[in-house]
């Protein structure tokens, strides 16, 4: 059974940093396309970042410099480091796989998700 556990949501203050983690069992991780949503309410889910297996990164642009996005295939974990937090970060985030995706993830479909993490940045 494919599952991805999300963790380390919560509430922090304008300039603040959080980490969310996603550990993942069920599949061979270090071959999945592995990426972070957010979702406010009454907007579209969108991809804040991606690691594809052969480390390639990419981030949506509002948060080039801020947000990083990390795996370790041995503890079959994926992380988003987020600095320098600002209230429009403030959403649900979820860890979502693409098992069958190719090496550098071009056009993944994700269609294994984690549970969603609150994400509040505010004053």
């Known amino acids: 059974e494919v599952q991805l556990m999300a963790s380390g949501g919560g509430s922090v203050q304008p300039g603040g940093s959080l980490r969310l983690s996603c550990a993942a069992s069920?599949?061979?991780?270090?071959?999945?396309?592995m990426a972070w949503f957010r979702q406010v309410p009454g907007k579209a889910r969108e991809r804040v970042a991606l690691n594809a297996p052969l480390d390639i990164t990419r981030y949506r642009e509002p948060v080039k410099g801020r947000f990083t996005i990390s795996r370790d295939n041995a503890k079959n974990t994926l992380w988003l480091q987020m600095n320098s937090l600002k209230p429009e970060d403030t959403a649900m985030y979820y860890c979502?796989?693409?098992?069958?995706?190719?090496?550098?993830?071009?056009?993944?479909?994700?269609?294994?998700w984690g549970q969603g993490n609150q994400v509040t940045v505010s004053s």
């Open positions: 069920g599949y061979k991780f270090s071959s999945a396309c």
């Open positions: 979502a796989a693409d098992r069958v995706g190719d090496a550098y993830c071009f056009n993944p479909s994700f269609t294994d």
